[in-house]
Antibody, heavy 118, light 110 residues
Framework: QLQLQESGPGLVKPSETLSLTCTVS??????????WGWIRQPPGKGLEWIGS???????YYNPSLKSRVTISVDTSKNQFSLKLSSVTAADTAVYYC??????????WGQGTLVTVSS | QLVLTQSPSASASLGASVKLTCTLS???????IAWHQQQPEKGPRYLMK???????SKGDGIPDRFSGSSSGAERYLTISSLQSEDEADYYC????????FGGGTKLTVL
C-alpha cells in the first residue's frame, strides 16, 4: 500500500519561499498508475488543491496560485516537492501530499502545518 | 466552471442512517466524484469513487456501512448504523485536472 510523508519547515517568514517534500513508499513515483499532488487546508477551513504532476512530468496548477507554485519530482529519491513563493499569512495551512489513482485522491499524507509568520 | 455544492452541516442519531449530498454544477452531471472523510484533528481518508450511474468502488478497509448512489447531478453518501467515530467532515471531490473539492459537510452524531 502506498504511503506518503511530508517534510519541511513548519515556520516560514512572509515573502519567503515555502518548500516541502513528500517521500513515497510502497510504490514507484515513476509509475504510470499514479499521479501526485499537493492539497492544503487553512485552519478551520476546507480543502484547496494546489497542483498536480503526472509521471510524464506534466504539471497542472490551481489558477489562483499558479504564478507562485512549482511542483517537481525526484525519481532517484522517490520524492516530489512543492515550492510556493512570496508567502503571506494567508498561506498558513496544513499541507498534504497525495496520490491520485484513476482520478480521485486515493492516498493522503498525514499533513504538515506550515505557519507563515515573522 | 465546475463547482461542487455541499450542505455545511448534518446530524443524525447514533445507530440511524444519514444521506449526505454533493451537487455538481450545471453541465457536469455526468462527472464521477470521490468522497473523503476527515475525522477531528486528522487528515482526510478516501472513502470511495462514485460514478454517475451509482456504481462505486470503496477504499481499503471502508466498512459496508458506507455506500454511494447518484441521481442526475446529485451524488450521495449514505452512512448506516451510525457510530460515534463517523462524526467527521465529509468532502466530495472531482478531478480533471483541476481537482475541485466541495466545501464539506460537518456530520454530528447525536
Amino acid at each position: 500500500q502506498l504511503q506518503l510523508q511530508e517534510s519541511g519547515p513548519g515556520l516560514v517568514k512572509p515573502s519567503e519561499t515555502l518548500s516541502l517534500t513528500c517521500t513515497v513508499s510502497g510504490g514507484s513515483i515513476s509509475s504510470s498508475s499514479y499521479y501526485w499532488g499537493w492539497i492544503r487546508q487553512p485552519p478551520g477551513k476546507g480543502l484547496e488543491w494546489i497542483g498536480s504532476i503526472y509521471y510524464s512530468g506534466s504539471t497542472y496548477y490551481n489558477p489562483s496560485l499558479k504564478s507562485r507554485v512549482t511542483i517537481s519530482v525526484d525519481t532517484s529519491k522517490n520524492q516530489f516537492s512543492l515550492k510556493l513563493s512570496s508567502v503571506t499569512a494567508a498561506d498558513t495551512a496544513v499541507y498534504y501530499c497525495a496520490s491520485m489513482v484513476g482520478g480521485p485522491t486515493r492516498y493522503w499524507g498525514q499533513g504538515t502545518l506550515v505557519t507563515v509568520s515573522s | 466552471q465546475l463547482v461542487l455544492t455541499q450542505s455545511p452541516s448534518a446530524s443524525a442519531s447514533l445507530g440511524a442512517s444519514v444521506k449526505l449530498t454533493c451537487t455538481l454544477s450545471s453541465g457536469h452531471s455526468s462527472y464521477a466524484i470521490a468522497w473523503h472523510q476527515q475525522q477531528p484533528e486528522k487528515g482526510p481518508r478516501y472513502l470511495m469513487k462514485l460514478n454517475s450511474d451509482g456504481s462505486h468502488s470503496k477504499g481499503d478497509g471502508i466498512p459496508d456501512r458506507f455506500s454511494g448512489s447518484s441521481s442526475g447531478a446529485e451524488r450521495y453518501l449514505t452512512i448506516s448504523s451510525l457510530q460515534s467515530e463517523d462524526e467527521a467532515d465529509y468532502y466530495c471531490q472531482t478531478w480533471g485536472p483541476p481537482l475541485v473539492f466541495g466545501g464539506g459537510t460537518k456530520l454530528t452524531v447525536l
